[in-house]
């Protein structure tokens, strides 16, 4: 019955605009300090496409760390096809960030999930190429927590484009004992945003791959836990590491 109720469209509306405001507070009252702020702008000025990549817990703060069109790359945000990714993907809409609806948790059949995820990674490939920029969080929708899965790698790699790596944290944040330990961001606090440097995957096999792989993991929890140090927040650490396939 619970689950009817959730899966309502007057429900889901209704979550998706409390979510939408919430993320809008936070961002507008926030205090921001940044780090790599450099290297944010010259990829702005730019114009040329990328893929953003910053942690699953980080979600209600992804409205936060990137400028709207003209001042930077349009975002065409990844959500997965899970329940509870409908009123997230309707939230962002409500923010002005197109979404593109790939990955599932649902049990479903094998084809349904690999035609959803080949037509999300296509749009988001197609959206970089064309000077956009690609939002992914690399270890959603379920994990291992802190840990890239090859999504990211697929994307750049197609369109030829380099990854960014984004920590963002608030001081006075709680983290839930989600999987991915989500923030949860208060309102009139302290943020900081810090950029890593761009990642290119540098080659064309399995190797090159996993090393560029490798790189982002490292940096994304290098400057995430930096931004977690400067808002005094709880030191997240990743999950153990799964096979990668």
């Given at each position: 019955?619970?689950?009817?109720?959730?899966?309502?469209?007057?429900?889901?509306?209704?979550?998706?605009?409390?979510?939408?405001?919430?993320?809008?507070?936070?961002?507008?009252?926030?205090?921001?300090?940044?780090?790599?702020?450099?290297?944010?702008?010259?990829i702005w000025n730019s114009g040329e496409g990328l893929v953003l990549c910053y942690w699953h817990s980080r979600i209600f703060l992804a409205h936060?760390?990137?400028?709207?069109?003209?001042?930077?790359?349009?975002?065409?945000?990844?959500?997965?096809?899970?329940?509870?990714?409908?009123?997230?993907?309707?939230?962002?809409?409500?923010?002005?960030?197109?979404?593109?609806?790939?990955?599932?948790?649902?049990?479903?059949?094998?084809?349904?999930?690999?035609?959803?995820?080949?037509?999300?990674?296509?749009?988001?490939?197609?959206?970089?190429?064309?000077?956009?920029?690609?939002?992914?969080?690399?270890?959603?929708?379920?994990?291992?927590?802190?840990?890239?899965?090859?999504?990211?790698?697929?994307?750049?790699?197609?369109?030829?484009?380099?990854?960014?790596?984004?920590?963002?944290s608030i001081k006075g944040s709680k983290y839930l004992k989600t999987w991915d330990r989500m923030l949860l961001p208060p309102l009139f606090s302290?943020?900081?945003?810090?950029?890593?440097?761009?990642?290119?995957?540098?080659?064309?096999?399995?190797?090159?791959?996993?090393?560029?792989?490798?790189?982002?993991?490292?940096?994304?929890?290098?400057?995430?836990?930096?931004?977690?140090?400067?808002?005094?927040?709880?030191?997240?650490?990743?999950?153990?590491?799964?096979?990668?396939?």
């Amino acid at each position: 019955m619970l689950k009817k109720i959730l899966s309502s469209w007057l429900v889901q509306e209704i979550l998706a605009q409390i979510i939408a405001a919430y993320m809008n507070l936070v961002r507008s009252t926030t205090r921001w300090s940044y780090e790599g702020m450099e290297t944010a702008e010259k990829i702005w000025n730019s114009g040329e496409g990328l893929v953003l990549c910053y942690w699953h817990s980080r979600i209600f703060l992804a409205h936060s760390f990137w400028p709207k069109p003209p001042d930077a790359q349009d975002v065409l945000m990844l959500i997965s096809l899970s329940r509870d990714g409908q009123f997230v993907a309707r939230a962002c809409e409500l923010i002005g960030r197109p979404v593109s609806r790939g990955s599932s948790t649902k049990k479903r059949d094998d084809m349904t999930k690999e035609k959803g995820a080949s037509q999300a990674v296509s749009a988001l490939m197609n959206h970089a190429k064309q000077g956009g920029a690609a939002a992914i969080t690399p270890d959603g929708p379920s994990g291992p927590r802190m840990r890239v899965k090859p999504g990211s790698i697929r994307i750049a790699k197609g369109a030829n484009v380099p990854m960014l790596p984004i920590g963002i944290s608030i001081k006075g944040s709680k983290y839930l004992k989600t999987w991915d330990r989500m923030l949860l961001p208060p309102l009139f606090s302290r943020g900081v945003i810090v950029y890593g440097e761009p990642i290119m995957i540098m080659g064309n096999d399995e190797a090159a791959f996993e090393a560029a792989r490798l790189a982002l993991e490292q940096s994304m929890n290098q400057i995430t836990m930096r931004a977690d140090e400067l808002c005094m927040g709880e030191k997240i650490m990743p999950a153990e590491a799964k096979p990668v396939s």
